[in-house]
């Protein structure tokens, strides 16, 4: 339970320290049109050039460092579905500013719109498995 705490802990600041869990920053880098605020470029950069890396090794293993399965996305097409989610994300982050893993560094600094985007999340959470046990998946 310590290193996975001890890596959410870093996550979490990490999140802080960029400007992650700030929803006006968030927002004044999604606001092309406006006064677009680019500085979370460096953000983005950053995480996908460690991301890149981290699959790479990841790809070539079986287990994790603490011995747990490694379970990596087997699905590799684009479909209806995966557009769909991705429209609904992309909505849920421009209007609230958040994004799940900011928005529970919100909700333990007590930001109010970080709570209600965490209940408006597990809802959507919720109403995905109901839909998908309604249609047999």
Known sequence: MFIPF????????????????NPAKVLAFLDL??????????????????????????KARKTTLLGAEMKLPAATKIDRRLMIGAALFGMGWGIAGFCPGPAL?????????????????????????????????
């Open 105 to 137: 560094v919100g909700l333990g600094m007590g930001l109010p719109k970080a709570a209600l985007f965490v209940i408006a999340m597990l809802g959507g959470m919720v109403l995905y498995e109901l839909i998908e046990r309604w249609r047999g998946g």
């Open 33 to 58: 049109a406006g006064e677009w605020d680019p500085s979370l470029i460096f953000v983005m950069c950053g995480a996908i050039g460690v991301a890149f890396f981290a699959f790479l090794w990841a």
């Open 6 to 21: 001890l890596v959410g802990l870093v996550f979490g600041l990490g999140l802080i320290i960029s400007g992650m869990s």
